[in-house]
C-alpha cells in the first residue's frame, strides 16, 4: 500500500443530518468537511475549511463543535415550517 495516500481522518455526527469529518490534506493541514443545507436551496452545499493547523486533538474536538452545532440548526427547521 502507498503510505502517500494514507492521511488521517475522523467522522463525527449523524450521516444525512449533521456529519462533519475531520481530515488531513496531502499538505499536512487539518480541514473540516460538511454540507450546508441553505434554505431556498435543494441540493446541500459541500464546504471544506482549513483549520490552519495540525493538532488532531484540537481537530477532534472543532469537528465535534460543528456537529453540535450542525445539529441545533436542523431540530430548528420543523418549527420554521409554518401550515
Known sequence: MDESKLHWSYLAGE???NRVRAFEHA???LMLEFYEHRPGQSQ???VRLS???RDQDKAKQQADE???KLGRMEALK?????L
Do not use: D, I
Open 27 to 29: 499538505s499536512g493541514v
Open 78 to 82: 420543523p418549527e420554521e415550517l409554518t
Open 15 to 17: 450521516k444525512g443530518r
Open 44 to 46: 446541500p452545499k459541500r
Open 66 to 68: 460543528a456537529t453540535a
Open 51 to 53: 483549520l490552519g493547523h
